[in-house]
């Protein structure tokens, strides 16, 4: 199993780096969700797999959403780092859902069980698989079924100071395949995606979350690729981003006397649909 995830989500995912993720990472937009469910054409009740489901931050605002409370029949969730599924099966207490060790490639669910196949924050760690998960998505769902592949980052073109923190931050990224480069759509044009799904249907929402000093840098702490840096780089990391909060440069209060500001996001949904 280990040979099929990439060594820095090993590491920067691992045991003991979960509890600040879960903390740290934001949850899903509720339109996106309703926009997820409006693209399953399926009546419910419906099965639903969802890959690299970590510590369960998207499975909770989906079963919390009032258009999926009562749509879902069972949830099968898929994730490789043990420690991730630990976090998951304290966080998720819903007897409908069930975790269990896997990869994109590799899911071991009967073939046409799913309806809805969704990856969270997760499909980039695909590379270089796209035609062998693009495969396995085909397998295990059922005719008309869809995938939906959604990422929530930051807006760096909405605020000077969002711009300098991804700077400061993405120097450490180390040759990682992060959403942001994009190498994840090269799913589109394997042979496996073709022959078995129609053209990709892609949304994105603005939106604006709260924020504050200690959001920063926890979000920050869990990238992967920071979670992994030794403590002496860490600090520095924690330093800099502090200095580039005291400037100030384009950042917006909502509760100056609280610290409490805007902070600018962007959710990305992809929408595939087997043939």
Request: charged share 25%; net charge negative; with cysteine.
């Amino acid at each position: 199993m280990s040979q099929q995830v990439h060594v820095l989500a090993q590491k920067g995912f691992g045991t003991g780096t979960n509890e600040l993720y879960d903390k740290a990472r934001p949850s899903y937009q509720a339109q996106a969700l309703s926009h997820i469910r409006k693209s399953v054409r399926s009546s419910p009740p419906l099965n639903a797999v969802e890959f690299g489901a970590g510590t369960g931050i998207f499975t909770r605002a989906l079963l919390a959403h009032p258009e999926w409370t009562d749509a879902i029949k069972e949830l099968r969730a898929i994730e490789p780092s043990e420690g991730m599924r630990e976090v998951f099966s304290k966080t998720v207490t819903d007897p409908r859902v069930s975790v269990r060790e896997g990869t994109f490639t590799a899911s071991n669910i009967e073939d046409g069980w799913a309806d809805l196949v969704v990856i969270a924050q997760a499909f980039h760690w695909a590379h270089p698989n796209h035609d062998k998960a693009a495969a396995e998505f085909a397998r295990i769902l059922k005719p008309d079924g869809i995938v939906a592949f959604i990422w929530n980052l930051e807006d760096r073109n909405r605020a000077a100071w969002v711009a300098q923190l991804r700077d400061r931050i993405e120097q450490h990224e180390n040759g990682t395949p992060q959403f942001r480069l994009g190498l994840w759509r090269a799913t589109f044009d394997t042979p496996s995606y073709q022959a078995n799904f129609e053209p990709p249907e892609e949304n994105v929402w603005d939106y604006v979350l709260y924020g504050s000093r200690d959001i920063v840098v926890n979000r920050a702490c869990s990238k992967s690729y920071i979670a992994v840096l030794g403590p002496e780089e860490k600090q520095k990391v924690i330093d800099d981003i502090d200095a580039i909060l005291q400037r100030k440069d384009g950042l917006k209060w909502i509760d100056q006397e609280k610290g409490i500001f805007e902070y600018p996001y962007q959710t990305f949904l992809v929408i595939a649909r087997k043939k």
